[in-house]
C-alpha cells in the first residue's frame, strides 16, 4: 500500500481536506497493484488573480514515480475543488486502465511472434 502526500500550495491547509483527497485517491491507488511501494504526491492549489475578477480556480496534480508505471503525472482543474479531485480520479483510472491495456497487448503480440 503506498501512502499518499497532500501538499498544499496557495491554499490555507485543512485536515478535512486532506481527508477528503486522500479518501477519494486512496481508492484509485488501492485498485492497482501497480502503486504498491510508490510514493504518491497529490498537489492542491488555488489561482486567483488580482487584475482580473472571476472564480477561484483550483489544480489537483497528482505525481507518482515507481518502476511499473513509470513516472505517472496528471493534472486537473475546475472552479470547485471536489470537482477537480474527482474528475482527477476518473482521469486515473482511465489512464492507467490504458496503460495496462496497452502493457497486455504488447505482451499478447511478442507471444504471438515467437510462436511462428
Not at 477528503?20 to 498537489?43: A, M, R
Request: proline share 3%.
Amino acid at each position: 500500500m503506498s501512502k499518499i502526500q497532500v501538499v498544499f500550495k496557495n491554499l490555507k491547509h485543512s485536515d478535512i481536506l486532506r481527508d477528503i483527497v486522500t479518501e477519494k485517491l486512496s481508492t484509485v491507488v488501492d485498485k492497482f497493484p501497480d502503486f504498491e511501494n510508490q510514493p504518491v504526491t497529490v498537489t492542491l492549489s488555488m489561482e486567483n488573480s488580482p487584475r482580473q475578477a472571476g472564480p477561484d480556480l483550483f489544480s489537483v496534480k497528482f505525481i507518482s514515480k515507481g518502476k511499473k508505471l513509470g513516472s505517472l503525472i496528471q493534472q486537473r482543474s475546475s472552479t470547485n475543488l471536489y470537482v477537480a479531485v474527482a474528475e482527477l480520479a476518473d482521469s486515473l483510472i482511465e489512464t492507467i486502465g490504458r496503460h495496462r491495456e496497452r502493457i497486455r497487448w504488447k505482451s499478447r503480440t511478442n507471444a504471438l511472434a515467437l510462436s511462428y
